[in-house]
Every structure is written in structure tokens, then in C-alpha cells.
């Protein structure tokens, strides 16, 4: 699936959405609740308009579309069937050591706050709001920038 998604977005499963274009700065939601993913592309949209949102309902989808196309941000939800999001962030930390990640949750729990920080996650709690996501966000961007010259 992943390679054909690579040409041929429609081989993604149903769950996964592409949105805008595939230029410039692409962030993946992942999150099982549909409304949690509506309500986060909306904030990224409003606070940084040109980047291309992408939505996955789980760790598989995700790691699916990590294996289809280039994403340089990740917003993940921790509560998740299957892998959780604070999973998914440590494998990703182990492919792509520089990455942006934040895992937002509403279990504001003192050690799941110490392993995001072990993966060098940036802890968001929920529910997500501009406020909350504004300096993860404009991080992300500062550190993309940086990056890329």
C-alpha cells in the first residue's frame, strides 16, 4: 500500500486524508477521534495557513504515510487503539531524530509527560486550542527554516 500511495494517493486506506498541497511544509494529525483531527487542522490552519495538513486515525496509518511521502511535522493524540500515541512518537524519534512531534492528551499524568520529554516530544494537553498549539507551531516552522538553508 504505501509504495502505490507514493503515485497514487487513493491506495490509502479511507481513514487518511491528504489536505492542501504537497508543497512546502507538510504536519501529520494522527488522532482516532475524526472530530479531535477536524478541530486540530483547523487551529494548524489558522495559525500557519500555508502548510499541508494530513490526517491519520492511528499509528499504522501514520506509519503508512511516513512511508508514502515526506512529513515534517507530527501532531499525535496519546489515547489511540493499538500503538499509543507516546509509542508512535518513540519510533518516530528513531527515524527522524530532528522532526517536530507533540503528543496532546487530556491524561495529564506526570510520567507521561517525562517519557514525551524522553522522546523529545513537546506535551500539549487537551482540549487543543490555538494558545496551546501556537509556540509548538512556531518552533516547528523557526526549526524547519533553519533547517532547510
Do not use: Y
Amino acid at each position: 500500500m504505501a509504495c502505490r500511495a507514493l503515485h497514487d494517493p487513493s491506495a490509502l486506506p479511507d481513514s487518511i486524508s491528504l489536505k492542501g498541497t504537497m508543497m512546502g511544509t507538510t504536519v501529520l494529525i494522527v488522532d482516532d477521534s475524526k472530530l479531535a483531527r477536524i478541530v486540530v487542522g483547523k487551529t494548524v490552519a489558522a495559525l500557519q495557513p500555508d502548510w499541508t495538513r494530513i490526517e491519520a486515525s492511528n499509528a499504522d496509518e501514520a506509519l503508512a504515510i511516513f512511508d508514502a511521502q515526506t512529513v515534517d511535522v507530527a501532531l499525535l493524540d496519546f489515547n489511540m487503539p493499538g500503538r499509543n500515541g507516546l509509542e508512535l512518537a518513540e519510533i518516530l524519534r528513531d527515524r527522524f531524530p530532528d522532526m517536530p512531534i507533540a503528543l496532546a492528551t487530556a491524561n495529564v499524568q506526570d510520567e507521561i509527560i517525562a517519557r514525551a520529554r524522553a522522546a523529545n516530544a513537546t506535551f500539549i494537553s487537551k482540549p487543543v486550542s490555538e494558545d496551546g498549539l501556537r509556540g509548538f507551531l512556531s518552533g516547528a516552522a523557526l526549526k524547519l527554516r533553519s533547517a532547510r538553508k
